[in-house]
């Protein structure tokens, strides 16, 4: 089970753990804050929708990635999938693609269709 500690730069988080969503509030200004966001099997897999991270732990989508896969090993095994893809903001990007606050970064498993 992945529970933030209030120092690890996460400030709000809503995931659901086992039918229970978890929410926790901190003073961090929204303003300094990029939402992340997951998607399809991703956001089953780490039974997580969405949560923020402090922008000024991070200055790219790689560590954006990196900062999330510390979390736990599920979390590594997710992120160090070559097929993940991201967005900011609505656009696909990689891995060196800069982020700032207010920034939503979105992850994704590869979409297949025909």
Not at 31 to 43: D, E, G, P, Q, Y
Not at 55 to 77: C, F, H, I, P, Y
């Amino acid at each position: 089970m992945f529970v933030p500690s209030p120092m690890d730069g996460f400030t709000r988080i809503a995931c659901l753990l086992n039918n229970t969503k978890l929410q926790q509030s901190h003073t961090l200004r929204e303003n300094i804050m990029i939402k992340i966001v997951f998607f399809a099997a991703l956001r089953e897999q780490l039974a997580c929708a969405e949560l923020s991270l402090n922008a000024e732990d991070v200055k790219t989508v790689g560590d954006v990635k990196q900062r999330l896969s510390d979390k736990n090993s599920q979390w590594q095994q997710t992120f160090s999938k070559a097929s993940l893809l991201s967005a900011v903001n609505h656009d696909m990007v990689d891995d060196s693609h800069l982020v700032k606050s207010g920034d939503e970064v979105a992850f994704f498993p590869p979409v297949t269709g025909g």
